[in-house]
């Protein structure tokens, strides 16, 4: 038989490669079962010994521990851990205390207080302060001061929208200002804005000016709430003032209103009074152009104090903001105090045969115990300028003797047996009107106290708040006023102490003429920058204390007052607000909506 030798080479080769393969498969498998047998089963007879028991039982009791604990996290989380929070949504129903019990919500005539207040939260301005006391746009998107004062140009946001839908535009602005100006709208701003213009540049933008560079043009934009021209359409000047805007609330601010206003008898409520409160239903504005608010809101408005609080006390209200002085609130209320840039003075009308005499009209200033009213009212902070931060300095009591002799230089004659001065057989009395509310009634029975011992007689008017509006503020048919005033330094005090503002529907309640001091006060607005405007007030207040055409009392308080198992208000107390009005800011920012929330 032949063979192919390369054949036989090929299947030789073969052979030995599978061997080498069979050998490589053996010295694997014998490797694999020696690291079994090291790794594994080497182990499994280690835990035999004493020191690997000792591991296991270590880690077991570790793995237990950690066990224990997560369970008992857990039941924490579960129970403690969670608490009633409160986030956004929920109804807030707050008090208001107005003595018409009626508000009206017309932009361009609000007056008292609670009116205001109110209209801040449904009607926006041009421009506010933030927290910081800082001045920002509120309608406008940016503004810029020109012309050295004299001017500023609004631009407006876009997406500013009114509540029926439409866009606010500048000639809202022109038409608001315009109005706020006619002598026949009888708005409290119209001293303030005497002089001033607005133009329409375009649909956004508007320019306001003034004859004279005026530093508070800016401030004085944060008070007008901006109306809607096409609602007031076809109404006359002479009209404005009656149309029952109510049935017509629009507005451009964070709140608008939700439904009819309504009024029920207060025996719903299960008070113990007669007579109405009414109620304002407020939801948030889903097309507003600022942070929106955080909860529907209703007002419940009470014609008095007392009505205010019993509602508080009985549940009918959650809260409401209130003074100091209020202490016949349940004992498990809370409260959170408000920095107030404002003050209390009592007003000396100058054009009163007996306060033309400047000896006793400091007299009357200097025997006044200003430290005794600020405890009577809570501890308020004692005034003694009529601009804040300026000159407010603490003057000591006069003596009694001192005070006397002083009265007695105005030409008037002790009468022993009646205790009063008299001249010319008329007895000094003097006639002193204020508001109808608890702190000013505490406030001028101490001073009817105190100017009794220096022979000085009183009698005391307490008037409702829109009776103040409509007679003593326009006709200042009285010799002492004692009420409340913004201390702002930007405007203020011209507002309140120019001879300009001494007509019937000016704010100088004093009558105060001083040509120097009108002076003073027309170059401090005209100046931006606020060192060089207070080298004029300084110069004002020294003239001011001098001319004593008020005393000034002291820096009223106020604070939110609530129950913390239905709202929880959270303002910035370190912020000043200038008033009742400002503070409803803070009604954008409650949250009145509880769910379970985790500490974190």
Same mark, same amino acid.
């Given at each position: ?57 270590? /880690? ?6 950690? $066990? ?23 109804? @807030? @129903? ?8 009626? $508000? ?57 929208? /009114? ?55 800016? !401030? ?42 309504? &009024? ?27 942070? =929106? ?49 404002? =003050?209390?003075? *009592? ?9 033309? !005499? ?58 022993? *047996? ?25 406030? +001028? !029975?101490?001073?009817?106290?105190? /100017? ?30 004692? &009420?409340?005033?913004? $201390? ?8 309140? /102490? ?8 000016? $704010? ?13 006060? !027309? ?31 002291? +820096? ?45």
């Amino acid at each position: 038989m032949k063979i192919n030798l390369n054949k036989a080479k090929e299947l030789t080769d073969n052979l030995d490669l599978k061997k080498k393969v069979d050998q490589a498969h053996k010295s694997i498998h014998r490797k694999s079962l020696t690291s079994t047998r090291r790794h594994v089963l080497g182990k499994s007879d280690s835990i035999k010994n004493l020191s690997t028991r000792r591991l296991v039982f270590s /880690w077991t009791t570790k793995f237990l521990i950690i $066990l224990v604990l997560g369970l008992l996290s857990y039941s924490k989380l579960g129970s403690g851990g969670r608490f009633n929070g409160f986030v956004a949504g929920g109804d @807030v @129903v707050a008090g208001i205390q107005d003595d018409n019990e009626r $508000l009206n919500l017309n932009p361009l005539t609000l007056s008292t207080p609670a009116e205001s207040a109110v209209g801040r939260l449904i009607y926006s301005s041009i421009l506010k302060y933030d927290d910081a006391g800082k001045l920002q746009g509120d309608l406008a998107a940016s503004y810029s001061v020109e012309d050295s004062g004299k001017k500023i140009r609004v631009t407006i946001k876009d997406g500013a929208k /009114w509540h029926d839908g439409k866009d606010v535009t500048s000639e809202d602005i022109v038409f608001t200002i315009t109005k706020l100006k006619d002598i026949r709208v009888n708005s409290s701003l119209r001293d303030s804005l005497s002089g001033v213009e607005a133009v329409a540049v375009d649909d956004k933008t508007v320019e306001i000016t003034s004859p004279k560079a005026v530093g508070g043009l800016d !401030d004085l934009l944060t008070k007008i709430r901006v109306a809607p021209k096409h609602i007031f359409d076809g109404v006359s000047s002479d009209q404005i003032a009656s149309v029952n805007y109510n049935k017509i609330p629009v507005g451009s601010g964070p709140f608008e209103v939700a439904g009819d206003i309504t &009024y029920s008898d207060n025996t719903t409520l299960g008070l113990n009074s007669s007579g109405q409160f009414q109620q304002i239903s407020l939801t948030p504005n889903k097309k507003y152009y600022g942070n =929106g608010a955080q909860a529907d809101l209703t007002f419940r408005v009470f014609s008095s104090r007392g009505d205010l609080v019993a509602a508080f006390n009985n549940g009918s209200i959650a809260m409401y903001i209130g003074t100091d002085s209020d202490t016949d609130v349940n004992s498990d209320a809370e409260e959170v105090k408000l920095k107030l840039s404002s =003050g209390v003075f *009592a007003f000396f009308n100058m054009k009163s045969p007996f306060l033309s !005499d400047v000896k006793l009209r400091r007299a009357l200033s200097g025997y006044t115990d200003k430290k005794a009213l600020s405890d009577m009212n809570g501890g308020v902070k004692p005034l003694y300028s009529p601009v804040l931060e300026v000159g407010d300095t603490e003057d000591g009591v006069m003596g009694k003797e001192d005070a006397k002799k002083l009265i007695a230089d105005a030409g008037y004659t002790f009468d022993e *047996a009646k205790g009063l001065f008299t001249k010319n057989g008329q007895e000094l009395k003097l006639n002193v009107v204020t508001g109808d509310s608890d702190e000013y009634s505490r406030a +001028i !029975d101490e001073l009817a106290r105190r /100017w009794k011992e220096i022979g000085v007689g009183v009698e005391v008017f307490k008037a409702k708040a829109s009776d103040l509006q409509s007679n003593y503020f326009v006709n200042k048919s009285y010799d002492i006023l004692l &009420y409340g005033i913004s $201390l702002n330094q930007a405007t203020e005090p011209y507002a309140y /102490w120019s001879s300009d503002a001494t007509g019937p529907k000016g $704010l100088n309640f004093s009558n105060y003429r001083s040509p120097a001091n009108d002076a003073d006060l !027309d170059v401090a607005r005209t100046k931006i920058n606020q060192a060089d405007r207070n080298v004029r007030l300084e110069r004002f207040v020294k003239r001011w204390k001098e001319d004593v055409p008020a005393v000034a009392l002291y +820096i009223p308080s106020l604070k939110v007052v609530y129950r913390s198992g239905s709202v929880q208000p959270e303002p910035n107390q370190q912020a000043y607000v200038s008033g009742f009005t400002d503070s409803f800011d803070l009604f954008t920012q409650i949250k009145a909506q509880q769910k379970k929330l985790y500490q974190n």
